[in-house]
């Protein structure tokens, strides 16, 4: 089974700084996608980035990143020079091979500290 | 190009009574979701649909809840009775490909 973890329930970061969402993932499926969304408080899923399982470079949008570990299992968040308006959730999620549907780990709060 | 849309965006209602919710996914796209997002957790998918049929429900539980994607366009969640658990933010997002789903702004339910 498929499985999203978050270890991180909430991270302050100052503004301009960089910083780093850490996400694992546990799947037997050799083909998978991940996905970063940020949920502000207005509660829209926002899409980020996705990194797929075969790509053989980090994928980058803008001010993010996702380092890309595939043997450790970890997709971990980039998000440079943090603006007051990246405090919001933050999810990683996995796609299956089977279908589209994605798994979602439990989130982390980012909050951005002027 | 618009984006995923759904009604209404926010619902109050006693429990044993019956909801519905509408969603409209992106032109084009092929695929629909509905995930159920209870606070403080990520969402969890309840149906995904491919045009108008259904390619998973595993997770949907049956006995109260239903969906529909008439025409393989528009799709409706439908929950009859409703019970105190099920105040969540419902969200439906739809993809043309493996390597993007977009979402809607979510309906939020409260049942009392």
């Known amino acids: 089974a498929q499985k999203i973890t978050q270890t991180q329930p909430g991270m302050f970061v100052q503004e301009k700084e960089a910083v780093t969402l850490d996400c694992t993932y546990d799947?037997?499926?050799?083909?998978?996608?991940l996905f970063w969304y940020k949920q502000p408080s207005s509660g829209e899923m926002i899409f980020l980035i996705y990194?797929?399982?075969?790509?053989?470079q980090n994928a980058t949008e803008g001010r993010y990143s996702l380092n890309f570990q595939k043997a450790r299992k970890s997709a971990n968040l980039v998000i440079s020079a943090s603006q007051l308006g990246d405090s919001a959730m933050y999810f990683c999620a996995m796609r299956q091979r089977a279908g589209n549907m994605l798994t979602f780990g439990g989130g982390t709060r980012l909050m951005v500290k002027p | 190009e618009a984006g995923v849309a759904q009604s209404p965006r926010y619902k109050i209602i006693e429990k044993r009574q019956s909801v519905a919710f509408w969603c409209n996914p992106i032109?084009?796209?092929?695929?629909l979701y509905w995930y159920q997002q209870i606070l403080g957790q990520g969402p969890k998918l309840l149906i995904q649909?491919?045009?108008?049929?259904?390619?998973?429900d595993s997770q949907l539980p049956k006995d109260r809840f239903s969906a529909e994607r008439l025409k393989g366009v528009d799709s409706t969640l439908k929950i009859q009775p409703a019970k105190l658990e099920d105040s969540a933010v419902y969200l439906c997002a739809s993809s043309s490909s493996p390597e993007t789903q977009y979402f809607g702004p979510g309906t939020r339910l409260l049942v009392l």
């Open positions: 990194q797929g399982s075969y790509d053989q």
């Open positions: 649909f491919q045009n108008n049929g259904v390619v998973d």
């Open positions: 799947t037997s499926d050799p083909s998978y996608g």
């Open positions: 032109s084009g796209h092929a695929t």
